[in-house]
């Protein structure tokens, strides 16, 4: 997925509409917003279709549809072969405005003998399962090769939850205008876009603050301290990472946690792992230090003076290959009671919460990073992913704000929380769906946060580098052959890419 630079806001439905509103109440008219959204989006389209191109425009009867007539007359009085399929009957006042206002083609029937097809059908209005004539018409589209455009939403997103509404419309390219629509970011929206990109024509948010917010490149331009001539490893944030079983070796992905660690900074990074497990993690990076914990059968023991010993730690991170046990849920206790600086639970660390209880969280000297993927989130609030996925954003801010922390819920689109400001990573692709990613990730968070001063920025900061860095690995090698080692190797490239956009 791309999208252009900078932060930028997400805003909802509902809130959308009220910005619209509160523009247009403002002095500049609905339909002039409509001109100006079809003009912008027409200069993109330019860019990437040519003149000989046969363009199909699929236009409803809304707002969506009116967009898409303005783009049609500019099509048409450029030169391009551009015909419409007009949906509805019923048609909204701006949108019968540039009906009327376009000159060109219109066709009766859809067949795949076009290059290019702009889907204007549905906006972010759309409430209603898509059935009927509509149904077919988008099923068929999806089924031709030419190229596909979505204005502001794909056709059959819910703008506020991301569900799919019986069928969407799959694009290549979409255009949407002035903000993200929260839908986009959630559920399984983004597998119906390739490329996004907002298009802005003046529209103003009547919210002040608040808002959900996707950070890029620019966002995190310095955030790394820079590494003084003058300084030692002290400097630069002592770390460490409890995990480790016999059933659950994850030999390569705690050595690979601890050094994605090392790559984004941090000076030190020690392994806490089960004493008899030692001979399989020794020397696989040579950078690591070991604390050896008691363990029964290759299983980690509750050991409060190897506990002890953690607690001039910047950072920790508890719970990769780990197990759920009662013992992880002890050692998760005491480090929230004794522990005064950064603690990430991951893993099995929140399998152990979930199992034992989820409350002890709300009692802590430290400040708390969860790093729970969806099914991992589903079981700390007890609520199945149907659920979930109609209120995804509130039940992860409820849950921050009830306890006290931060939670970054992991999926192809983390969403980062500390209960108030949301913030969403959308770098990455699919050669993450592979197991210790999230692993990895979870190093590098703890090497990010371990000297931060805003520590939601530095968890979104971490799911950034992470998502880079499979978009560099990518460039190279094919999405399937990816493994944790070269995402790894990408960290270095990332962070030069940040000081040279500079």
């Known amino acids: 997925m791309v999208y252009n630079k900078f932060m930028k806001i997400v805003l909802d ?23 100006r959204a079809g003009f912008n989006i027409f200069n993109n389209i330019k860019e990437i279709i040519n003149k000989s191109d046969r363009v199909l425009i699929v236009c409803g009867s809304g707002g969506n549809g009116g967009d898409g007539y ?65 149904y077919e018409i988008i099923n068929k589209i999806n089924n031709y090769k030419g ?3 979505s204005i502001d939403i794909p056709s059959g997103i819910n703008g506020t939850t991301g569900e799919i509404m019986g069928i969407a419309f799959k694009c290549n390219y979409l255009y949407t205008v002035e903000f993200i629509k929260l839908g986009l970011l959630l559920n399984k929206a983004s597998n119906y876009y390739d490329q996004l990109k907002v298009i802005h024509i003046g529209i103003k948010s009547i919210k002040k603050d608040g808002f959900c917010k996707v950070f890029d490149k620019k966002d995190y331009i310095n955030y790394l301290p820079k590494r003084e001539k003058v300084s030692n490893k002290g400097n630069y ?12 070796l994850g030999a390569i992905l705690l ?49 409060e003076e190897k506990l002890s010993k953690l607690l001039n730690q910047d950072a920790i991170a508890i719970g990769m290959g780990i197990g759920t ?10 480090l929230l009671k004794n522990f005064k600086n950064k603690l990430i639970i991951d893993a099995d660390g929140l399998n152990s919460l979930s199992k034992y209880g989820v409350d002890i969280l709300k009692d802590h000297q430290c400040e708390v990073i ?11 609030i007890n609520k199945p992913l149907e659920k979930i996925y109609k209120n995804e954003i509130n039940l992860i801010k409820e849950f921050a704000s009830k306890y006290n922390l931060i939670i970054n819920v992991k999926s192809n689109i983390s969403i980062i929380s500390d209960g108030k400001e949301v913030i969403f990573n959308i770098n990455g692709n699919p050669s993450l769906a592979k197991g210790g990613s999230g692993d990895i990730l979870t190093g590098i968070t703890l090497g990010v946060i371990a000297k931060s001063h805003n520590l939601i920025k530095s968890v979104a900061f971490a799911s950034y580098i992470l998502g880079r860095a499979s978009e560099l690995t990518t460039l190279k090698l094919n ?24």
């Open 70 to 134: 303005v783009i049609g007359r500019y099509l048409y009085n450029e030169g391009y072969d551009v015909s419409i399929y007009s949906l509805g009957s019923h048609f909204n006042n701006e949108c019968l405005i540039n009906k009327n206002r376009y000159q060109g083609k219109y066709v009766t029937d859809i067949n795949d003998d076009y290059d290019i097809y702009i889907d204007a059908i549905f906006g972010i209005g759309l409430n209603k399962i898509i059935e009927g004539n509509y």
């Open 13 to 35: 439905s509902i809130e959308v509409k009220n910005s619209d509103q509160y523009t247009i109440d403002s002095g500049i008219s609905s339909i002039e917003l409509m001109e």
């Open 325 to 334: 046990s009662l013992e992880v849920y002890k050692i998760i206790s005491y």
């Open 237 to 248: 944030g002592r770390c460490a990472i409890i995990g480790g079983s016999k059933e659950l």
């Open 370 to 380: 969860l790093t729970p993927h969806l099914m991992e989130f589903s079981r700390l």
């Open 479 to 502: 999405e399937n052959s990816v493994v944790g080692e070269d995402i790894i190797n990408n960290i270095s490239n990332v962070l030069n890419e940040l000081e040279e956009y500079n």
């Open 147 to 149: 190229l596909k455009i």
């Open 255 to 303: 050595s690979n946690n601890a050094f994605a660690t090392l790559k984004v900074g941090s000076g030190y990074s020690t392994i806490c792992i089960p004493n008899s497990l030692l001979p399989l993690y020794a020397l696989r990076h040579l950078e690591n230090t070991y604390i050896l914990f008691n363990d029964e059968d290759g299983h980690i023991k509750y050991d």
